[in-house]
């Protein structure tokens, strides 16, 4: 530790007073010994994964010392083991420019940066966690929950898109499901408040729930068994009398009795259950399609964004050859230009100059093109004047297949 006025490393010798400046640390070292104790603590429920409990120690370590590197290297370990990667990268880069060298930090960051694909993944379920908040605050929690499930499954320790989740699962009454969910939220972080809160609103409901049911069949029981037993001991002794008169015919009359039983047993107690299968099976079905129908139109984004980039490098390989075939047809009509004036045809040397752009010649081309044009008396195009389009560099091409034979003829 050094000293906050004059930077000296302060001794256990003189434990009141800096060596150097004789300024009093007393408070300084009571600061740095509380920055210490509640690193201490964050690193002991870190290790016992109470996460939420080391997020408020570390906070409270480096508020008493912000130069606590290792308190603020934790804190980004915990936040990226809750999954939020953007408050850890935060932390990381604090700490990386508080310290530039002995700094896990500097590790923390290089290995994130070094997996794209995990780093891409990351940012695409952050962005897909807030679609689906979105979703929710508009009402449309069935996509929003397709959503979360998708998000879940590319980064399990998002304890947030566990919460919302949950959340939509408890407003559409599936408690059980949402219990499911906020148990693997507490396995990544055992005294999340947000958690334990949600899970004693949900034991609490289903346990007013499963009481009032319990005591609804008491009562209905209570109410039925005597007339249920009456009929039975009635029909059993009708059965009785009637196998002493009927003999087989009562025997067969019994056996029809427990098949209609048997059947109503079934319909009642076989039939909701496969009802039940079936209705499952078709909302994973429909869960699975919609998950499909997303990673669709992703791809159908991802390969448009393609094609209008390959458009735009197509636009721009076109104004690139637009103009080099503008350079050609001056530096050509230049050239027919200035041979038409050593044989001193003026005519000639005229047309010709006046096809020339005079913004693409070099420094070389334009002293001939002053003479020429000082020969002749008529200019060629000026930079103002070359906004006439394609049309006029098109129609100069095609003039230079008229002006190659004479060209050809000159070099022989």
Not at 320 to 337: D, G, H, I, Q
Request: glycine share 6%.
């Amino acid at each position: 530790m050094n000293c906050m006025i004059c930077g000296t490393s302060l001794s256990d010798r003189y434990p009141e007073y800096c060596p150097n400046c004789g300024a009093n640390v007393t408070l300084q070292r009571k600061i740095d010994y509380l920055s210490k104790h509640y690193y201490n603590q964050g690193l002991e429920k870190a290790q016992i994964r109470d996460l939420s409990g080391a997020i408020t120690c570390l906070k409270q370590s480096i508020t008493y010392n912000k130069m606590n590197i290792a308190a603020r290297n934790l804190l980004g370990l915990v936040y990226f083991e809750t999954g939020e990667v953007v408050a850890a990268l935060s932390e990381w880069v604090i700490s990386k420019n508080l310290q530039p060298g002995k700094n896990l930090a500097n590790d923390y960051i290089q290995k994130l940066q070094a997996n794209a694909n995990k780093l891409d993944a990351i940012n695409d379920t952050i962005r897909k966690y807030n679609e689906s908040l979105s979703l929710a605050r508009q009402g449309h929690e069935d996509m929003a929950a397709i959503k979360l499930r998708k998000v879940l499954t590319q980064n399990p320790k998002l304890i947030k898109g566990y919460h919302l989740l949950a959340l939509i699962l408890m407003k559409g009454g599936e408690w059980s499901k949402a219990r499911k969910v906020l148990r693997k939220a507490s396995r990544i972080d055992k005294t999340n408040t947000t958690t334990l809160r949600f899970l004693r609103e949900i034991d609490e409901h289903i346990g007013v729930a499963r009481k009032y049911t319990s005591r609804t069949r008491k009562l209905m029981g209570s109410k039925r068994t005597e007339p249920e037993q009456e009929d039975l001991f009635a029909e059993v002794v009708r059965s009785n009398a009637a196998s002493v008169e009927t003999g087989r015919g009562s025997l067969f009359a019994c056996l029809l009795l427990g098949v209609g039983a048997g059947a109503v047993a079934f319909w009642l107690l076989a039939v909701p259950a496969i009802r039940q299968r079936i209705y499952r099976e078709a909302n994973n079905q429909i869960v699975r399609y919609s998950e499909s129908l997303s990673s669709q139109s992703v791809e159908l984004s991802r390969a448009l964004g393609e094609a209008r980039e390959s458009d735009d490098n197509a636009d721009a390989m076109g104004g690139l050859l637009a103009e080099e075939k503008k350079k050609t047809v001056s530096y050509r009509n230049l050239f027919e230009a200035y041979l038409a004036l050593i044989q001193e045809d003026y005519d000639t040397a005229a047309l010709e100059v006046q096809q020339v752009y005079e913004d693409t010649l070099t420094d070389s081309m334009k002293a001939i093109y002053t003479m020429v044009c000082t020969q002749t008396g008529v200019t060629g195009i000026a930079p103002s004047e070359a906004g006439s389009g394609q049309d006029d560099a098109d129609q100069a091409a095609d003039s230079q297949n008229n002006t190659d034979d004479s060209y050809n003829a000159y070099q022989e």
